[in-house]
């Protein structure tokens, strides 16, 4: 059973920065896209970002492009999310999210309209921007 555990939410001020960690246990990142994705009150789950196994490529929602960048450590199984310039609209649950095929591509979980193309998703974890 794979399970993704994310850490690093928090209540931070507009313009602040955050990092979440999103660990992997049952199963290694290794070979796999991995991607963030985030759902505020009221919304639906939207895709944040998304980074191909070994790391080089890397999609972002136009929303969070030149602020938020996505990086993995493969040796430690763990993906992260570094967040800067952090603005109201970002408050949201951000959840980590894994496919079951490793032919599922960071491409795929960027433009999936629809069904997103995973099969673990993590807990969540909680982040506040306040003004």
């Known amino acids: 059973q794979v399970q993704l555990v994310e850490s690093g939410g928090g209540l931070v001020q507009a313009g602040g920065s955050l990092r979440l960690s999103c660990a992997a246990s049952g199963r290694t990142f290794s070979g796999y896209a991995v991607g963030w994705f985030r759902q505020a009150p009221g919304k639906e789950r939207e895709f944040v970002a998304a980074?191909?196994?070994?790391?080089?490529?890397?999609y972002y929602a136009d929303s969070v492009k030149g602020r938020f960048t996505i990086s993995r450590d493969n040796a430690k199984n763990t993906v992260y999310l570094q967040m800067n310039s952090l603005k109201p609209e970002d408050t949201a649950v951000y959840y980590c999210a894994a496919p079951g095929s490793s032919d599922t591509t960071a491409r795929a979980m960027a433009q999936a309209m629809g069904v997103i193309p995973v099969a673990y998703w993590g807990q969540g974890t909680q982040v506040t921007v306040s003004s």
């Open positions: 980074i191909s196994w070994s790391g080089v490529v890397r």
